[in-house]
């Protein structure tokens, strides 16, 4: 009897311990189940779009994936799992945010963090700079500095405004981590979506002071960079303010 239970104690101890996992080829990343797989391709999608669109000028529509060899280790079993994104070229250009340009600003009213009522009127007799922007947008976080130092820089002359998608709360919270010295505007994803329509995030819009936009950019472009992006140096974001508040 002793022999038969510790027969079934080992053989319910191995089909405890057999165990099928997926590893992604090319990487050190193992899942432990088949569902986890889509949930894995998803966040490579995201990430990709995040981080790489604007570095490369593709966006990632879906990542697929095959089954390829499968290896046992011990009392497991390991299947290589081959990823590939479905990239789809991005033309800057085409935007539909571009097809602003020369536009006047739509009507706006709005409440800022810091419960400052922002209106056309307001803003009227002063160049705007407005930055399109989401806490989770890693291209976004890392012109930060820059825009405000260009804040710093031009705060007497021209209304600095960044415009989210994003909840209070959850921009609140962020701010604790990274300071944002713009005048923020949160909860704005109908006012994006009707009237900038932005496919991607940052963009970057500057008013004149009659209430037209002159110039829209993809964000801040590195000095030595050759991207063709529709990005823009920090450079040369001052010269086109100093040359519509000079006006």
């Not at 894995?40 to 990632?60: Q, R």
């Not at 095959?66 to 935007?95: A, M």
């Not at 609140?172 to 949160?186: A, G, H, Q």
């Not at 992006?229 to 508040?245: S, W």
Request: glycine share 2%; net charge neutral; hydrophobic share 35%.
């Amino acid at each position: 009897m002793k022999n038969i239970l510790t027969i079934l104690i080992f053989w319910i101890t191995s089909i405890a311990i057999a165990q099928e996992y997926y590893q992604i080829a090319g990487t050190e990343k193992i899942l432990s189940t088949k569902d986890s797989i889509q949930k894995f391709l998803n966040k490579t999608k995201d990430n990709y779009n995040k981080t790489s669109v604007e570095k490369y000028g593709y966006i990632a529509n879906s990542v697929i994936y095959e089954f390829g060899e499968t290896i046992k280790r011990n009392d497991s079993t390991i299947t290589f799992v081959k990823l590939s994104l479905d990239l789809k070229k991005v033309d800057y250009k085409r935007d539909e945010i571009f097809e602003l340009q020369d536009e006047k600003l739509t009507e706006l009213e709005l409440i800022t963090l810091t419960g400052s009522k922002l209106n056309n009127q307001i803003l009227k007799g002063k160049v705007t700079f407005i930055n399109l922007w989401f806490v989770n947008c890693a291209p976004c976080l890392k012109e930060i500095p820059q825009l405000n130092t260009l804040k710093i820089k031009y705060e007497n002359k021209v209304n600095f405004i960044a415009i989210t998608f994003d909840p209070k709360s959850k921009v609140i919270e962020f701010l604790k981590r990274k300071p944002f010295n713009f005048d923020i505007v949160t909860d704005q994803k109908e006012l994006l979506d009707n009237f900038f329509k932005p496919s991607a995030y940052p963009k970057i819009l500057i008013v004149n002071k009659e209430g037209v936009i002159s110039f829209i950019s993809n964000g801040i472009r590195e000095e030595e960079s050759d991207s063709d992006n529709v990005q823009h140096t920090i450079t040369e974001l001052q010269e086109q303010l100093n040359q519509l508040i000079s006006k």
